[in-house]
C-alpha cells in the first residue's frame, strides 16, 4: 500500500513538473504586451550581451528607464559548456539564448542594436558604433547618446604580441570559435588518412596542441580526448594510433587557481588519458606547422622544444578589448590600470560619472569569471532600479512639500506622507556596496571526472571523480539560462552517448 501511494505521489510530482514547464513555454510564447519606452525618462546604454550584461538586464525594471542594448552578438552564449561544443558532445545552438527572446519578456520594451561600439566619449556622453556584420544597409556608424553607461564588453584573447598566434591557432571565446576547432579537427583526421600519407606528417597532423593550462585549455583537452577515444579510435581505426593531445603550460602546473590536491589529480589523470604535459614551457613563437617553445628543466637549464601540430588551441586568458582600452586612455585615474577598467565598490568606473562597468572589462580585484560576472550584473540591476525609485520617491517628497503651504487643514496628513515616502527613501538609499560571494570552482578533465574547489559552510572541499563529474553536469544544466537551453543541453548529452558524435565535417 504504502508502495502505491509513493507511486501515485511519484506520477503527480511528474505531472505537476511537466504542467510547470508547459506553463512556462506557454508564457514564453504569449507573452504580454510591453509598455513602450519612455523619451523622457533617462536613457540607460548596456553595452554587450554576455553574462554581465544580460544578468543586469534580467533583473532591471525596463520601464524605469529608455533602455538600450549593443552588442555585436545578438544572443547570450553559455560559455561553460563551450568547450563541448568543440567535439559535437553539445551542439551550439543548445547553449545560445536569442537577446531578442530574452528582451521580450521585460515589462518595458528594450531597444537592441547589433553592432559594435568603437568609441566612447564620456564627455558629450555618446558612445559610436558599427555594423560589423555580413549585411550592411545604407546606415553603418553612428552615434548613441546616453545619460547612464553601463561597460559590459568582455575580453579578448591575449596572444602577448607572440609572432604567427593569430595566423595560425584556434580560440575558444565565441561559438565560431568552437565551429572552427570541430572542423578543424576532423579535417587533420580525413588529411591524415589521405592515401600514401607519410607517417611524419599522420604524426603531424594527428597531434592536437593547446596552449594554457588554466580551465579553458584543461577543459578542451579533456573533451578532445573523450572525442578521440570514444567516437574517431572506433571510426578511424587505421591512424588511431598517431592522435596526440599536447598541453603546454608557463607556468609549473596546470590550473593555477585550484586547489593542490585537484591539480594533482587533474595531472596524474591527463597522464591516464595519455594527454601531454608539458609545464614549465613557454611558447615563444608558431608558424603554419610548428608551435616553438623554451622549456625549463628542474635544474633551471633552458631547452628549445619544437612541436609539429595539426591543431592548435590557444587558450592563454584575457586581453583588454580596444574600445576599453580607448576609453581608459581619454580618463586620467585610469592611468595606472593595465588589465580593465578600474571600478569602485559600486561598479563605477573610476574617474567618470554615470558609467559603470561590469564582468571581464571590469578590474573590481576578481578572477575574470561567469560566476563574478552574473553576481555583478545582479548588484547593478538592485543599484539602478534603486536609483529610479530614489528619484520616483524624492520627487513626490517634493510636490506634496510644495503643497504644504496651500492646504494648510491637511498638514498633518501630507506630513505623515512624507513622513512615509522619507522612511521608504532611507531603506532604499542604504546600498551595500558590491560583495563577490565564490560559490566555488569547477572544471571537466575528460573520462567522465571534473574536479571541484567547492565553498561549504565558509570552508574550502576539494572533491574529484566520477561523482563530482554527475554534480559538473548537474551544477551547469541548472545554471542553463532557460529550460529550452536545459532540455537541449539534455538531448545533446543522450544523444552523443547513445549514437556517438556526428564526425561530419561541415
Ligand atoms: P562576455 O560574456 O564575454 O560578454 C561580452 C559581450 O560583449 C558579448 O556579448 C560580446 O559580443 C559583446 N561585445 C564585445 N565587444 C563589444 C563592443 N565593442 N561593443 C559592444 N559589445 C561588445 N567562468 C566561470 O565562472 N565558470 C565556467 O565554467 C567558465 N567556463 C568558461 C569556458 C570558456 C571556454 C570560456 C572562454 C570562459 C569561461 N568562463 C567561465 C569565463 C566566463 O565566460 C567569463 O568570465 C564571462 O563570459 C565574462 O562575462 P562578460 O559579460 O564580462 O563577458
Ligand atoms: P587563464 O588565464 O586562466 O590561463 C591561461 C594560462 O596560459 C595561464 O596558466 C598562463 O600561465 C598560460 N600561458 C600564458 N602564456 C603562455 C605561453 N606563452 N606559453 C604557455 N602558457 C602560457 O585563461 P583561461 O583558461 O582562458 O581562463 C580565463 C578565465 O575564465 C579565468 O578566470 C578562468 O577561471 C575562467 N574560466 C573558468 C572555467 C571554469 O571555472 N571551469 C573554464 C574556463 C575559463
Not at 588519458?273 to 608558424?287: L, S
Request: charged share 25%; with cysteine; aromatic share 8%.
Amino acid at each position: 500500500r504504502t508502495l502505491r501511494w509513493a507511486w501515485r505521489l511519484g506520477y503527480l510530482s511528474a505531472l505537476a513538473g511537466v504542467a510547470y514547464i508547459g506553463y512556462g513555454v506557454y508564457q514564453d510564447r504569449h507573452p504580454e504586451p510591453q509598455i513602450e519606452p519612455d523619451p523622457t525618462k533617462k536613457t540607460l546604454v548596456i553595452l554587450g550581451t554576455g553574462w554581465g550584461s544580460v544578468s543586469l538586464l534580467k533583473r532591471l525594471d525596463t520601464e524605469n528607464y529608455n533602455v538600450i542594448v549593443i552588442s555585436p552578438r545578438n544572443y547570450f552564449l553559455f560559455t561553460p559548456l563551450l568547450p563541448s561544443c568543440t567535439t559535437g558532445t553539445i551542439e551550439h545552438r543548445s547553449i545560445m539564448e536569442p537577446i531578442r527572446t530574452i528582451l521580450r519578456a521585460k515589462k518595458a520594451s528594450v531597444r537592441f542594436y547589433e553592432a559594435e561600439a568603437s568609441s566612447i566619449d564620456p564627455d558629450r556622453k555618446v558612445v559610436r558604433i558599427f555594423d560589423n556584420s555580413e549585411v550592411k544597409g545604407d546606415m553603418t556608424e553612428t552615434e548613441v547618446p546616453y545619460d547612464m553607461l553601463v561597460i559590459g564588453v568582455g575580453a579578448e584573447n591575449a596572444t602577448f604580441g607572440i609572432p604567427g598566434v593569430r595566423e595560425h591557432s584556434c580560440f575558444l571565446k565565441e561559438i565560431g570559435d568552437a565551429q572552427n576547432i570541430r572542423k578543424r579537427i576532423m579535417d587533420c583526421v580525413e588529411t591524415a588518412a589521405f592515401k600514401d600519407q607519410s607517417p611524419e606528417e599522420i604524426d603531424r597532423l594527428m597531434h592536437m596542441v593547446v596552449v594554457g593550462g588554466g580551465p579553458t585549455g584543461v577543459e578542451f583537452a579533456g573533451e578532445l580526448q573523450d572525442f578521440f577515444e570514444e567516437d574517431i579510435k572506433k571510426l578511424v581505426p587505421e591512424i588511431s594510433d598517431r592522435f596526440r593531445v599536447t598541453l603546454i603550460e608557463a607556468l609549473p602546473n596546470v590550473l593555477p587557481s585550484f586547489s593542490k590536491q585537484l591539480i594533482e589529480y587533474t595531472e596524474s589523470t591527463f597522464k591516464e588519458e595519455k594527454i601531454n604535459i608539458h609545464t614549465k614551457t613557454m611558447v615563444q613563437k608558431v608558424t603554419d606547422k610548428t608551435v616553438e617553445a623554451l622549456a625549463t628543466g628542474p635544474d633551471g637549464t633552458k631547452e628549445k622544444i619544437v612541436f609539429p601540430y595539426g591543431l592548435l588551441v590557444w587558450a592563454t586568458g584575457n586581453a583588454v578589448r580596444p574600445v576599453v582600452k580607448d576609453l581608459m586612455s581619454r580618463i586620467p585615474a585610469q592611468k595606472n590600470s593595465r588589465r580593465g577598467l578600474a571600478v569602485n565598490e559600486y561598479l563605477v568606473v573610476q574617474g567618470t560619472r554615470d558609467i559603470w562597468a561590469v564582468g571581464d572589462c571590469a578590474v573590481a580585484g576578481y578572477a575574470p569569471t561567469a560566476q563574478v560576472a552574473s553576481q555583478e550584473g545582479n548588484f547593478l540591476a538592485r543599484l539602478l532600479n534603486n536609483m529610479a525609485k530614489t528619484e520616483a520617491l524624492e520627487s513626490k517628497i517634493r510636490e506634496l512639500s510644495s503643497t504644504l503651504n496651500l492646504e494648510p487643514g491637511n498638514t498633518a496628513e501630507i506630513s505623515r506622507q512624507i513622513e512615509e515616502y522619507e522612511r521608504q527613501l532611507r531603506r532604499i538609499k542604504d546600498v551595500k556596496p558590491f560583495h563577490y560571494s565564490h560559490q566555488g570552482s569547477l572544471a571537466y578533465i575528460g573520462s567522465e571526472k571534473a574536479v571541484a574547489d567547492v565553498t561549504w559552510f565558509n570552508g574550502n572541499v576539494a572533491a574529484a571523480g566520477g561523482l563530482t563529474y554527475l554534480f559538473w553536469r548537474s551544477a551547469y544544466l541548472s545554471m542553463c539560462f532557460s529550460t529550452r537551453n536545459r532540455l537541449l543541453v539534455i538531448n545533446d548529452w543522450i544523444k552523443s552517448k547513445a549514437f556517438g558524435r556526428d564526425l561530419s565535417r561541415e
